[in-house]
């Protein structure tokens, strides 16, 4: 099923639009994509590809187009992964039977030990909160602290991304811990998940959010900062940003 994936990516290849793609994934030497190789396609292609081939492919398929330097292999290959596991999800409200519990279990492992090829931020915005939160939402969660406090910079937003699922429940705890713990990483990519992530708090409960921003707001990274206040009402957004 590998070959046929590849193959009709391949086809659906667009030049001009994979040179826009990798300015603007700063594929560029130093940049957080450098190195990243693009087809050129169209989210709605990967989707559509993904869905033709996702009944007859297996782990061990998608584990081949996560190796790959192709950015558009390792989308569809996320996209399949965190079908797979919506549907288990939906399998589960019918019969909640150890076998489904256990085939989440795999994905989810899955997805952890492939983090190195999750390496840009569409990639960990589409499938963290989908795979990891959607996992997580009523298991311990200290493996997010661990990928919080990660070298890697894509493992931190996939600790951030993955509270979007708890945060859409009304549990804010482990964002807010979360967001503490990153106010001082140094990359901007983090800055604008975390302000995002406090901005979607402040949607579901505005005075945890200015809770937060009153005791911390001097130490967000300005990016951080303005992301978090983009909802509140314009008098609030210029005291937050005059502190």
């Given amino acids: 099923m590998y070959k046929k994936i590849v193959q009709e990516l391949d086809k659906l290849k667009n030049p001009k639009h994979a040179k826009a793609l990798q300015r603007y994934f700063k594929t560029g030497k130093g940049e957080y994509g450098e190195g ?29 187009l996560l190796n790959s330097k192709i950015h558009e292999h390792r989308m569809v290959a996320l996209l399949i992964l965190v079908e797979k596991y919506k549907k288990l999800s939906q399998q589960i409200v019918r019969d909640s039977s150890p076998r489904l519990r256990s085939a989440q279990n795999d994905i989810f492992s899955f997805y952890l030990k492939n983090t190195e090829n999750i390496n840009n931020w569409d990639l960990v915005d589409l499938s963290a909160p989908n795979i990891v939160g959607q996992f997580l939402l009523d298991k311990d969660r200290k493996i997010l602290y661990k990928l919080a406090k990660s070298d890697n910079l894509w493992e931190r ?40 992530m406090l901005r979607e708090i402040g949607k579901q409960d505005e005075k945890v959010l200015i809770n937060f921003l009153n005791k911390y707001s001097c130490q967000m990274p300005r990016t951080m900062l303005r992301y978090s206040i983009e909802r509140l009402p314009e008098k609030k957004r210029k005291y937050y940003l005059k502190k």
């Fill in 157 to 196: 937003r996939i600790a951030v991304l993955a509270c979007f699922a708890f945060i859409g429940q009304k549990d804010f705890r482990d964002a807010i811990k979360i967001s503490k713990i990153l106010l001082k990483d140094k990359h901007d990519l983090i800055h604008k998940a975390v302000g995002w």
């Fill in 36 to 64: 990243d190789i693009f087809l050129g396609l169209r989210m709605a292609q990967n989707r559509g590809v993904a869905k033709k081939y996702l009944k007859e492919t297996k782990l061990t398929d998608v584990q081949k």
